[in-house]
């Protein structure tokens, strides 16, 4: 196991408990529970990034055990259907007192599992498989990505070339590992850095900032509107003394919040990694550093070492080669009996190479209307109103190819000013464009905006 040997390997790691500041060193963490490292089967970790479920991941990650990494908040329906599906062996959710099947586990002071009453294998699950990640675009039950402990090994260290991480780096999982960012994050930080934070706190509470005080955290990451929000509270305005680098991944960053970002970092000498990645590649393929954010918003940088990308000359699709890709789907139980590694990786974004050899994203493929017969592509429009609107969020959905639908969540936008933007940008007719001013996004537990569940809300209002 080359990621909890590395991990191991780093022995002044420690981790903390953010609500109690209990601290725990890794040598001890990691085999906490006694379990058989020959036992095998599937185990179930509904993630909330506490130090428990930490500990659960690391003590069976030592095992032959597959894990599957889920989020703690996914729809109670969506639970029961997963574990009707796989029949894990077992299942660790601190929210649930009891779960039909299977009887309550104490493994320690602090971890319950629940174990599923008179276990059979079912199936021989497929030794290649170590993690299972449910993709970011999921709604409903998820569709699961089969990982190895050498693919993810691989896109560590691809990482750790050019992330900055030092021994006395102390690092918060703000970011949930059950998203293939977050878990990246974990090891990427658990191979090098001192202090790994478990906490359940987001950006927007002002716990989170009290614990970045008590505990200097060196790092932050999130997906853009992670950072859209950070603009808005004014956080760029001013230094954060312990914070050394920044990160980010999940989409792109528009025109005017990168200067901005990039203004922040050359006055208070602080770096930023755009990043581009999925999670069918064990995180992050490409990046930029704080100099990158100069370039056009669409720029996600060169690959990560020993990547290699490639345009389709067909449809413009960029594909991704690197000895960290993944090894199928899993949407049944029996699909855990085979690993099959693609020799590329086809990313469902269009792109474009510019002279100076950064690659340039231009759209998704499923994310292009015809609106009457002209092609148009959504996350152009977005990127246009961003920057025309000082840095705002702004949702962009196709309504039946007859109209595009812009959300906004900022009371003072005026629609009409959106309106205008987009007629004189793309010569759109206003009669085309439907504009309405929403509570909030929603979001998707890895912290994107929900794109699936708006344009199912807005079928429904058609």
């Known amino acids: 196991m080359k990621i909890l040997e590395n991990v191991i390997a780093n022995r002044n790691l420690l981790f903390t408990d953010a609500s109690t500041g209990k601290t725990i060193p890794v040598g001890v963490l990691y085999r906490s529970l006694g379990l058989n490292p020959v036992e095998k089967g599937l185990i179930f970790l509904y993630n909330d990034n506490q130090l428990s479920s930490i500990e659960v991941l690391l003590n069976f990650y030592g095992t032959a055990h597959t894990i599957a990494v889920l989020g703690q908040k996914l729809h109670p329906e969506f639970k029961a259907r ?3 599906e796989y029949h894990p ?8 007192g009891e779960i039909s099947g ?28 170590k993690i299972l990640l449910s993709t970011s675009g999921t709604t409903g039950i998820p569709k699961l990505v089969k990982l190895s402990d050498e693919s993810l090994y691989q896109n560590a260290v691809s990482i750790l070339q050019y992330m900055p991480v030092l021994e006395s780096d102390v690092v918060p999982l703000n970011v949930p590992i059950n998203f293939v960012y977050g878990f990246s ?24 900032w009290d614990e970045m005080e008590e505990f200097g955290y060196s790092t932050l990451g999130g997906v853009p509107y992670l950072y859209e929000n950070l603009n808005r509270i004014g956080f760029f305005r001013k230094d954060s003394p312990s914070l050394r680098y920044m990160t980010h991944t999940g989409g792109v960053i528009n025109g005017e919040l990168r200067k901005i970002i990039f203004s922040y970092c050359h006055e208070f000498e602080k770096q930023f990694f755009a990043q581009y990645g999925q999670t069918e590649a064990g995180g992050r393929m490409a990046y ?9 918003e669409t720029s996600i940088g060169t690959p990560v070492q020993g990547g290699d990308f490639k345009i389709d000359p067909e449809t413009d699709e960029l594909l991704f080669s690197h000895n960290s890709i993944y090894g199928g789907y899993a ?25 100076n050899g950064i690659y340039y994203i231009t759209g998704r493929i499923k994310r292009i209307m015809k609106l009457f017969g002209i092609r148009l592509n959504l996350d152009e429009v977005e990127f246009i109103l961003k920057n025309e609107m000082e840095g705002n969020t702004f949702v962009c959905l196709n309504s039946n190819d007859k109209k595009i639908i812009v959300l906004y969540d900022n009371p003072d936008i ?5 309106t205008e933007a987009i007629k004189n940008k793309l010569r759109i007719n206003p009669q085309y464009i439907r504009t309405e001013l929403i509570e909030s996004f929603p979001l998707s537990q890895n912290g994107k905006i929900n794109y699936p569940l708006l344009q199912n809300l807005q079928h429904e209002n058609i």
Not at 89 to 96: A, G, L, M, T
Not at 119 to 129: L, V
Not at 414 to 418: E, I, K, R
């Open 102 to 129: 299977y009887t309550v586990k104490s493994f320690s002071d602090s971890v319950d599992i629940h174990t599923r009453k008179d276990y059979k294998s079912e199936i021989t699950i497929h030794p290649e498989i």
């Open 288 to 296: 930029l550093t704080t100099d990158g954010l100069l370039e056009a």
């Open 89 to 96: 062996k077992y299942i660790f959710d601190p929210s649930r």
């Open 82 to 84: 997963l574990e009707e």
């Open 414 to 418: 005026n629609p009409q000013t959106v």
């Open 331 to 355: 949407n049944t139980l029996q699909d855990l009996t085979t690993y099959e590694q693609p020799s590329v990786l086809r990313t469902g974004d269009t792109a474009q190479k510019g002279s």
């Open 185 to 208: 994050i974990f090891t990427t930080n658990c191979m090098r850095a001192g202090r790994i934070v478990c906490t359940d706190k987001d950006i927007m509470q002002k716990a989170f």
